[in-house]
């Protein structure tokens, strides 16, 4: 979450400052590296932020599609009420879109939907927990009819691998108790973009400048041309692995950052003339089908004024998707799978307006 990121370079900037650094720098100008430089400038401390791409924002980026700005990265601002960034928003007077996670329009592949909520918690509190949880879910579903596996199917479709972007077997037993996203939660309509343009205001951002090592031999750290008392490294974790340090990292840092892992998720937003598909409340769409194929849409359309839908992929999913496919025919997949949806949920409702 973008906001944890956000706490995170609060946090390395507090670090800087008990240690009396002068001149920082920072790599990266994502949420934890424009949060740490923000502070260290209040505080007059000299700081540089070095970043690769040719854009700030790091896990956010909005574009212009049509008439409309999207996110094809980070959209919501979640936990909100605990979101520092949510702050900042409100403060600079951004206009916010509510978003009921409680509330979706969901549909089945292969009929009637599910009590989705009952099953995941009889799944919660049946499983052994000993064992790994895939193993625990196999022999979990074992115990259980036809109708109620297809249910927890579906919860564990939606509530663990959807939510942690991993496949079961990736996953431990803790998954299970892991906070999700909440009523509440908000978007920008108008795009990430614009509240990480006026959080980046001010500072000394270089962009284009990757950064492959970091010196921090000597009583100064160097990077790149840039020398330091103090250095902060935000860059993603893929990256991070690929950097050299001299010397190199402590044995204990070394051995954390190879047993670090990240999900997978990706995200299609299609455009469309008009809004052909069954319109949410909530704004909020849920599609279960087996395999699991694109479970979680936003429809953007009444914030952003144009038949705007976003869908959502993770983990296993992403790989029988994605494979050997162009960007064309992914989209035209997503866009498969929204009609599937949109079919379904008209068939419930003629089904439940019959005599």
Same mark, same amino acid.
């Given at each position: 979450?973008?906001?944890?990121?956000?706490?995170?370079?609060?946090?390395?900037?507090?670090?800087?400052?008990?240690?009396?650094?002068?001149?920082?720098?920072?790599?990266?100008? !994502?949420?934890?590296?424009?949060?740490?430089?923000?502070?260290?400038?209040?505080?007059?401390?000299?700081?540089?932020?070095?970043?690769?791409?040719?854009? $700030?924002?790091? +896990?956010?980026?909005?574009?212009?599609?049509?008439?409309?700005?999207?996110?094809?990265?980070?959209?919501?601002?979640?936990?909100?009420?605990?979101?520092?960034?949510?702050?900042?928003?409100?403060?600079?007077?951004?206009?916010?879109? #509510?978003?009921?996670?409680?509330?979706?329009?969901?549909?089945?592949?292969?009929?009637?939907?599910?009590?989705?909520?009952?099953?995941?918690?009889?799944?919660?509190?049946?499983?052994?927990?000993?064992?790994?949880?895939?193993?625990?879910?196999?022999?979990?579903?074992?115990?259980?009819?036809?109708?109620?596996?297809?249910?927890?199917?579906?919860?564990?479709?939606?509530?663990?691998?959807? #939510?942690?972007?991993?496949?079961?077997?990736?996953?431990?037993?803790?998954?299970?108790?892991?906070?999700?996203?909440?009523?509440?939660?908000?978007?920008?309509?108008? !795009?990430?973009?614009?509240?990480?343009?006026?959080?980046?205001? !001010?500072?000394?951002?270089?962009?284009? %400048? =990757? $950064?492959?090592?970091?010196?921090?031999?000597?009583?100064?750290?160097?990077?790149?041309?840039?020398?330091?008392?103090?250095?902060?490294?935000?860059?993603?974790?893929?990256?991070? =692995?690929?950097?050299?340090?001299?010397?190199?990292?402590?044995?204990? %840092?070394?051995?954390?950052?190879?047993?670090?892992?990240?999900?997978?998720?990706? =995200?299609?937003?299609? %455009?469309?003339?008009?809004?052909?598909?069954?319109?949410?409340?909530?704004?909020?769409?849920?599609?279960?089908?087996?395999?699991?194929?694109?479970? #979680?849409?936003?429809?953007?359309?009444?914030?952003?004024?144009?038949?705007?839908?976003?869908?959502?992929?993770?983990?296993?999913?992403?790989? +029988?998707?994605?494979? !050997?496919?162009?960007?064309?025919?992914?989209?035209?997949?997503?866009?498969?799978?929204?009609?599937?949806?949109?079919?379904? $949920?008209?068939?419930?409702?003629?089904?439940?307006?019959?005599?």
């Amino acid at each position: 979450m973008t906001h944890g990121a956000w706490d995170d370079g609060l946090r390395a900037a507090e670090l800087a400052l008990r240690a009396g650094a002068r001149r920082v720098i920072v790599i990266g100008a !994502g949420c934890a590296g424009l949060a740490a430089a923000r502070r260290l400038r209040e505080q007059g401390v000299d700081c540089v932020v070095l970043e690769a791409r040719e854009r $700030v924002g790091g +896990r956010t980026h909005s574009i212009r599609l049509g008439d409309a700005s999207v996110d094809v990265g980070a959209a919501w601002l979640q936990q909100f009420a605990d979101n520092a960034l949510a702050r900042e928003a409100q403060a600079l007077g951004l206009a916010l879109v #509510e978003t009921d996670f409680g509330q979706p329009l969901a549909a089945a592949s292969d009929g009637p939907l599910p009590d989705i909520d009952a099953a995941w918690q009889a799944l919660r509190n049946g499983l052994d927990r000993q064992l790994p949880l895939a193993e625990a879910v196999e022999r979990y579903l074992a115990d259980l009819d036809a109708a109620q596996a297809r249910a927890t199917g579906f919860a564990i479709d939606a509530n663990l691998v959807l #939510e942690a972007c991993l496949p079961l077997a990736q996953l431990s037993s803790d998954a299970l108790d892991e906070e999700g996203v909440g009523n509440g939660d908000r978007f920008l309509p108008g !795009g990430y973009g614009q509240l990480i343009a006026r959080l980046a205001q !001010g500072l000394d951002i270089r962009l284009g %400048q =990757k $950064v492959r090592h970091i010196d921090w031999s000597g009583e100064q750290v160097r990077v790149n041309d840039e020398r330091g008392d103090f250095c902060i490294c935000s860059v993603p974790l893929g990256v991070l =692995k690929t950097l050299r340090f001299t010397p190199a990292l402590p044995a204990a %840092q070394q051995d954390a950052l190879a047993h670090l892992g990240m999900g997978r998720l990706e =995200k299609v937003v299609l %455009q469309f003339e008009q809004r052909w598909w069954p319109r949410s409340p909530s704004g909020y769409l849920r599609w279960y089908d087996s395999p699991a194929s694109w479970g #979680e849409w936003l429809d953007l359309t009444d914030a952003v004024g144009v038949p705007t839908v976003a869908g959502l992929i993770a983990a296993d999913a992403v790989e +029988r998707q994605f494979a !050997g496919r162009s960007d064309e025919q992914i989209a035209l997949a997503a866009r498969d799978a929204l009609q599937a949806w949109a079919a379904a $949920v008209e068939g419930s409702r003629q089904i439940s307006q019959a005599p």
